[in-house]
């Protein structure tokens, strides 16, 4: 498939399984602005370098597990890449040194804030007597973490 002008893949349908991977999509050479993640799922080696992909989205940081990192390679190189920054020399090196590029990918998102959404904070004061959870209060609002509430022991104070 490469040296074609190809601007747009389908979409992969849920459903889809296959029996085995395949070994190697080429993709190089077209006009593909976007890097569709699902390759990485179905081909041990796939190819889409000197495309026009600016950006890669941030559900592959989800689908890029160590066994994947391991197990695939990803030719990039030639491409627009601005999301995420990555290192200029994994955009034009042609060496046949592939694995690293997904593991590159990984740490580049890792090291950026992805897809955070920042809000105002706010400021609240718990006040109650001693041993009553105010503590335990503070540190689950931190974390973002429910508070598990036991009924029984509630009912009986």
Known sequence: LSHNL???????????TRGSMI????????????????????????????????TISNDLI????????????????????????????????????????????RNCFDEQQVDTNVRQGFKICLIGPKKSGKTSLASCLEENMPVNIDEDIEATQ
């Open 6 to 16: 190809i601007a747009k893949l389908p979409s992969l349908p849920v459903a889809y």
């Open 23 to 54: 070994f190697s999509i080429d993709l190089s050479f077209n006009e593909l602005t976007k890097f569709y993640d699902y390759l990485l799922l179905i081909a041990l080696k796939v190819d889409v370098s000197n495309n026009k992909i600016r």
């Open 62 to 105: 989800k689908k890029l597990s160590n066994d994947l990192i391991s197990s695939r390679e990803l030719k990039i190189h030639n491409n627009p890449l601005i999301q995420p920054a990555v290192p200029l020399e994994m955009l034009t090196e042609t060496s046949a040194n592939t694995m690293n590029v997904l593991r590159m990918i």
